[in-house]
Each structure stands twice: as structure tokens, then as C-alpha cells.
């Protein structure tokens, strides 16, 4: 039965719709779908379901293959920038010029490269996002949303979506089925062979330590632990830690001034060049003609693969192009969405914001801290998300594909690089952006068509 009939049926009826979200929560929780509450952050004695949408999202097979099938051509493209500080100073100049943050991470970097890498084990954990955009045309096309290289949430939690989804499939009439295709073992695998291959470049004389390996003592600490405790020996080992990963850019910051955490033998996630691959000015350099080329030489086919997936984006340098930019997006801003250096949602501003900005910024250099990009116009999906605190009604939806990438280098050698699935996030039509920690949008699962 088609989606909107079951979901016609449902709404004429209440108590079977109850009786369905009970059920559907009832498994969220059964398959450890949960999540700590916003009034006890830290407290692992009360627990809540992770929101989730009620249904699976249809999504369109081939785009999904095509965001699956260019993944590793990304993790190679954002290995390649972090390890090019030409590009970067040349990328960001303008932007360094204007937001301070940027700024602050190009410093570490270039400290970095004068320094010298201490660590030459490189991981990167990227979730590449994307929108349908069903613009005028009303074809669907795969549009690239982001990278991120830092804040990547949901790992964990996706596998466990299609689980509820195809119980209700169950309860009656309703036989739609979400699709898993993440492997929580692969990311796991990736921070396993991080560890071997830092043990092993610890020790110089090979010995059966490796072999020993798979019983990996795992710490979990909050960062401030890691700055109030860690400490550096004279090897510079990080006492605390040997994989760092950064959940947040303030804490990216932090860590890397205060204990002489950029010199340690740690393996950072992600590196600092490797954050600066994934900001949103980045994005916008790599959307000009010739500059993908410059990375895949003789790789028309992976240039082409990754050109598809971009949306248009434009420069807001001090310039001709960047006056062209400011005139065009003051002409029809909700045609376009424009965008700061920042992560984890929430910074984008949209509509008649976008004047009151532009208005404020545009003849100065301020306003080269910002990129502006096309909007995506996905076509809404009906849909019950259910999230504690929120009354259940149905809602017009939009999703946001994310897909998992990981890569493993140790100094040239690449030792693995791979498309570890994905995750589809579902929010209100009714609101611009909303992120999973703050229970704006939901966790969904694709129903391939
Ligand atoms: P962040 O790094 O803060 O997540 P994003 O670029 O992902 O920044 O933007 C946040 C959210 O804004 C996205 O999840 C999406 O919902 C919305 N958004 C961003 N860019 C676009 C776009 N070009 N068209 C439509 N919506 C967008
Ligand atoms: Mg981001
Ligand atoms: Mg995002």
C-alpha cells in the first residue's frame, strides 16, 4: 500500500494512530534507540526515545547509489586539499581576512607546517549531506548540501531506524520497509586500524603487541578531562589518549592551545588541515571551473561524478564576481541561502535576513566571511515525527541524505577509504535547518524507489 493511503487511513483514525506510535516507540527504545533528556544531560539514569519519523522517507534509487558511489572520490578530494597548503591559503585568504574562527584554525595550520607533523597517521570520518532538489524542473537531482569533517553526528543511531520501521510493517496494513545499509562495525574498524598502525609506529622493533591489539582499551573522556589531565612525555604521547575525536570547534580550539596537543603523537579527528578541508568556502573554490581538475588530473570521470552533486555557489569576495553575488541574491533571496564558516546548525540565514546582511556587509570586507549558495527545493513528504515534548501531527517534510565516509592514511599510503553508509534526516518543511542534538529534525530511514 502506498504511503500516503496508509497515512490517509491513519489520520482518519486516531486511535489506531496511537496505538502505532506506542508500538513505534516501544521498539525505539527495545532496539536502543535512546537518547539522554535535555533536563538530565548527563545523567544515564533517565533516558527517551531518539526522535524518529513514524515512516520511512521515499527516496530515489539512483540518486541514493549516486551519493553512495561518489563517496570515496569525496574522502579522497578532502584528504587531498588538507595535505595542500597552497590551495588552502589561496582558498581561505579572503576569508581569514574576515572571520576571526577561520582565522584562528588557519593559524594552527600553518603552525602545523612549519612545526612539522608529529603524527603521520591521518583519519578522516566524514558524512557527506545532500537534498533532492525538485526545483523547476521537478526532476529529482542529488544536490551536496555539505562535508563535514568535524561534528559528524548519527553514527550509531541510523542502524537502529529501519529496525522500527520494519516492525510496523507488521502491524497490519502497513508494509513499507526502510533500508540499512550502515555498518557501525566499519567505523568501529576504522579507528581499529588507527590504533594498530599507532602502536606499531611506536614501536620501532615490531613484537607481538599487535596481535594483542584487538583488545583495545577504550576511554571515554570529556574534553575539559582531556585538558585539565593530559599531558604530553617526552615522546610526546598524550597521556589520556591516542585518538581524539572533536565533537564541536570550540573544543577543536581549545584542545589545541592548551596542552600542547598539536605536537602530541595523538591522532586527531580531524586534523587541522583536514577541518579546514570541509568549511563552506572550500566548498565554494571547488565549484569553480578547473579547480576539481587540478585534483583529479587525469580522472575526467571522478570530476564529473563530483561536479554533478554540486549546487551553485557563489563568491562573496571584495570584486566584480562578488558584487555580481551581492546583487543577485539582494534580487530574489529566498532563491538562495547564505552561509558563514560555522558547524552544527543554525548559523545559515534565509529570505529577507539575507537583505538585511547583505545590506549591512556589502561594501565591506565582512562580507567575504560568508558564501552564498543556491536553495534547494526539495518537494515535501508527509510524515509523523515523534519527538517527546511535541504534540503528533502530520507534517510537511523535507530530508537530508547524509553519507559516511572513512579514510586511513598513514604517511603517503592510503590504507583504506570507504562509503560506510548513510543517514537520512527528516525535518518540518516549515523550518529552515534543524539539527538531531536539538530535536528540530528527526532520525528517518530511506525507502528506495
Ligand atoms: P551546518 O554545518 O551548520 O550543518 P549546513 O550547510 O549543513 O551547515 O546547513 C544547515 C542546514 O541548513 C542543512 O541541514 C539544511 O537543512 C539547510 N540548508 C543548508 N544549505 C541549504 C541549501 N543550499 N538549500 C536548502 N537548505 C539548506
Ligand atoms: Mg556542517
Ligand atoms: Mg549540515
Redesign the pocket.
Same mark, same amino acid.
Given at each position: 500500500m502506498a504511503t500516503e493511503a496508509i497515512l490517509q487511513r491513519l489520520i482518519t483514525n486516531p486511535e489506531r494512530l496511537k496505538d502505532l506510535v506506542d508500538k513505534a516507540k516501544d521498539v525505539a527504545l527495545q532496539s536502543g534507540m535512546v537518547i539522554r533528556t535535555k533536563e538530565k544531560p548527563n545523567s544515564s539514569e533517565v533516558v527517551t526515545y531518539y526522535p524518529f519519523s513514524l515512516f520511512p522517507t521515499p527516496v530515489p534509487k539512483a540518486a541514493f547509489l549516486q551519493a553512495l558511489a561518489v563517496q570515496t572520490h569525496f574522502n579522497t578530494l578532502v584528504d587531498k586539499i588538507s595535505q595542500d597548503p597552497d590551495f588552502l591559503e589561496e582558498a581561505l585568504a579572503s576569508t581569514i581576512q574576515a572571520d576571526d574562527f577561520t582565522a584562528k584554525l588557519f593559524d594552527i595550520y600553518r603552525h602545523v607546517q612549519q612545526e612539522g607533523r608529529t603524527q603521520p597517521i591521518v583519519v578522516g570520518l566524514l558524512r557527506s $549531506?545532500y537534498?533532492l532538489d525538485q526545483g523547476e524542473c521537478r526532476t529529482s537531482s542529488l544536490k551536496q @548540501? #555539505?562535508i +563535514?569533517t568535524i &561534528?559528524v553526528a548519527g553514527f550509531g543511531v541510523i542502524d537502529r531506524v529501519p529496525e522500527v520501521h520494519r516492525y510496523l510493517r507488521t502491524c497490519n496494513s502497513v508494509f513499507i520497509i526502510g533500508l540499512t545499509l550502515f555498518n557501525q562495525g566499519n567505523c568501529v574498524l576504522t579507528l581499529v586500524k588507527t590504533w594498530e598502525l599507532y602502536v606499531s609506529h611506536l614501536l620501532s622493533a615490531k613484537n607481538n603487541f599487535l596481535s594483542l591489539c584487538r583488545n583495545i582499551p577504550v576511554i571515554r573522556r570529556k574534553f575539559e578531562d582531556v585538558s585539565r589531565r593530559g599531558s604530553l612525555d617526552d615522546d610526546k604521547k598524550l597521556f589520556v589518549c591516542v585518538c581524539i575525536y572533536f565533537y564541536s570547534c570550540e573544543t577543536f580550539s581549545l584542545m589545541f592551545w592548551e596542552i600542547g596537543f598539536i605536537r602530541s603523537l595523538a591522532v586527531k579527528l580531524p586534523d587541522i588541515g583536514t577541518q579546514l578541508a570541509g568549511t %563552506?568556502k572550500v566548498q565554494q573554490v571547488l565549484s569553480k571551473p578547473g579547480v576539481l581538475e587540478k585534483f583529479f588530473p587525469d580522472q575526467p570521470r571522478v570530476v564529473e561524478r563530483i561536479r554533478a552533486t554540486f549546487?551553485g555557489l557563489y563568491t562573496l569576495d571584495m570584486g566584480l564576481e562578488g558584487d555580481k553575488t551581492v546583487e543577485m541574491a539582494l534580487a530574489a533571496p529566498d532563491q538562495f541561502?547564505l %552561509?558563514p564558516q560555522? #558547524?552544527?546548525?543554525? +548559523? +545559515?540565514i534565509y529570505g529577507s535576513d539575507i537583505c538585511q546582511v547583505l545590506q549591512q556587509v556589502k561594501e565591506s570586507t565582512e562580507r567575504t566571511a560568508y558564501i552564498l549558495?543556491? %536553495? @534547494?527545493q526539495p518537494t515535501p513528504v508527509q510524515n509523523y515525527m515523534l519527538r517527546r515534548d511535541f504534540p503528533l501531527q502530520i507534517s510537511n517534510c $523535507?530530508s #537530508?541524505l547524509g553519507v559516511f565516509g572513512v579514510y586511513v592514511r598513514q604517511g603517503k599510503d592510503t590504507v583504506m577509504n570507504e562509503c560506510v553508509g548513510h543517514l537520512l534526516r527528516t %525535518?518540518s518543511s516549515e523550518v &529552515?535547518?534543524?539539527g538531531l542534538t536539538t530535536g528540530i529534525c528527526v532520525v528517518d530511514s530511506p525507502l528506495l524507489l
Open positions: $549531506d537534498m @548540501i #555539505e +563535514n &561534528s %563552506k549546487a541561502v %552561509k560555522r #558547524e552544527g546548525g543554525g +548559523n +545559515n549558495m543556491d %536553495k @534547494i $523535507d #537530508e %525535518k &529552515s535547518e534543524g
